[in-house]
């Protein structure tokens, strides 16, 4: 089983900052990782897929790099609606994995 | 539009069975892998399994194999999450997800449609 580790596990922010979230597998996935957001009370929406291609809709503050085993989430210049939890995922095999979590909140 | 569509909230009793529902609409329901995501209180995300509708094909998690069944029926574009004996430990909130690829060799891709989730509740 591909473990996938997050780190922070909370991040503080102040609004108008860059964020770097950070996610490691426990071995390589090439660039079959996916991220995504979640606010409380809902469901998560994927960001991004193939660890730097944003899904649809996603805005362009939000991007994606690495391959193999490491991996970053930068979300620039966070607005309001941006703090939340956001998981990372393989899915290079099975069983597919998430990552913990990494909480931004505001500082 | 994609939707995916759950059935509600559920309160159960240790050792009682369920069956929740997830209703697909707005796409091609059998070419599309359907999962089952668990969050238990305050938790993380969790894969249950997975089902390919076209066939019914079925893949577990490990920590999950043989504790739950994951059917779907085509006719009506539902994917069903079935417990015959429920546990305290099973309560948690549960979401059914479409993979974002087609078919059955869908390699490209994570989650990009998910339910609303069905609050499943187990308790005495």
Redesign the interface.
């Known amino acids: 089983?591909t473990v996938m580790t997050q780190s922070p596990a909370t991040l503080s922010v102040s609004p108008g900052e860059t964020g770097t979230l950070s996610c490691r597998a426990s071995q390589s996935i090439g660039s079959?990782l996916?991220w995504?957001q979640?606010k409380p009370g809902q469901?998560?929406?994927?960001l991004i897929?193939?660890a730097s291609v944003r899904?649809?809709r996603v805005p362009d503050g939000f991007s994606g790099s690495g391959s193999g085993t490491e991996f970053t989430l930068t979300i620039s210049s966070l607005q309001s609606e941006d703090f939340a939890v956001y998981?990372c995922?393989q899915?290079n095999d099975?069983?597919?994995?998430?990552?913990?979590?990494t909480k931004v909140e505001m500082k | 539009e994609v939707q995916l569509v759950q059935s509600g909230a559920e309160v159960k009793k240790p050792g009682e069975s369920l069956k929740i529902s997830c209703e697909g609409g707005g796409y091609s329901f059998t070419n599309y892998w359907i999962a089952w995501v668990r969050q238990m209180p305050e938790k993380g995300l969790e894969w249950v399994g997975s089902i390919y509708p076209g066939d019914s094909h079925t893949t577990y998690s490990p920590s999950f194999q043989g504790q739950v069944t994951i059917s779907a029926d085509r006719s009506i574009n539902t994917a069903y999450l079935q417990w015959h004996s429920l546990k305290a430990s099973d309560t948690a909130m549960y979401y059914c997800a479409k993979r974002q690829c087609s078919g059955w060799y869908c390699t490209v891709g994570g989650f990009d449609s998910w339910g609303q989730g069905t609050l499943v509740t187990v308790s005495s």
């Open positions: 089983e079959k996916a995504y979640q469901a998560p929406r994927l897929y193939g899904a649809t998981y995922q899915y099975w069983p597919l994995t998430f990552g913990g979590g």
